[in-house]
């Protein structure tokens, strides 16, 4: 996401946002976020049911799904996302958006070079590398499901604040 270096604001709230809504909608679970050069790669694993499915397989089958997101394609997650709140129409399940929303906020303050993000049942570590001036610097961060109530929970009384610090 290279077309975000340099500018004021990283989109990282929205990108993870828009990409929390696809994920909510396809059910997928287990995710892993990677930066690259040209955008980024999500994966997680979504679970189907077969009505001809054999016994043992009743519970459902698990399929790893992959998405190469260019900027073009985070770009119209976005707009898409954008859309859908301003339809009015009530998301159905927005779990994943929420979470990856506040972690984009604050991967956002944080301004990395690069991000990889990894989850498991509601459990996050980021990867923000960061370039200063003695070369590149590596950061883990764990976010816990407390972690991510607590940020929830706090995202209203800091968006009313990001609406009162712009300028008219």
């Known amino acids: ?6 500018s ?13 809504a696809y994920v909510d909608e396809h059910g997928m679970r287990g995710l892993v976020i990677l ?11 979504t679970v189907s049911t077969d009505p001809g499915s054999a016994w043992g397989e009743s519970m459902g089958q698990a399929k790893r799904e992959t998405l190469m997101l260019d900027d073009e394609k ?12 301003g339809d009015g129409q009530e998301p159905g399940s927005p779990h994943y958006e929420a979470q990856l929303r ?6 956002d303050e944080k301004k990395p070079r690069d991000v990889c993000l990894f989850e498991l049942d509601g459990a996050y570590i980021a990867r923000l590398t960061q370039s200063g001036q ?5 950061e883990l961060v764990e976010f816990t499901p407390g972690d991510i ?4 929970g ?6 009313r604040a990001d609406t009162q610090a712009k300028p008219a």
Not at 1 to 6: A, D, P, Q, S
Not at 134 to 138: D, I, K, P
Not at 154 to 159: D, G, M, S
Request: glycine share 12%; proline share 3%; hydrophobic share 40%.
């Open 8 to 20: 004021p604001r990283q989109d990282w709230e929205e990108v993870l946002r828009s990409i929390g």
């Open 134 to 138: 003695t070369g590149l610097r590596q």
């Open 154 to 159: 706090q995202a209203p009384a800091l968006r």
């Open 74 to 85: 985070i770009g119209t997650f976005m707009d898409e996302g954008i859309a859908r709140r």
């Open 35 to 45: 930066e690259t050069d040209t955008g980024l790669i999500v994966q997680g694993t």
């Open 149 to 152: 109530a607590d940020l929830i």
């Open 102 to 107: 506040v972690i984009g906020r604050y991967i």
């Open 1 to 6: 996401m290279r077309i975000y270096e340099g």
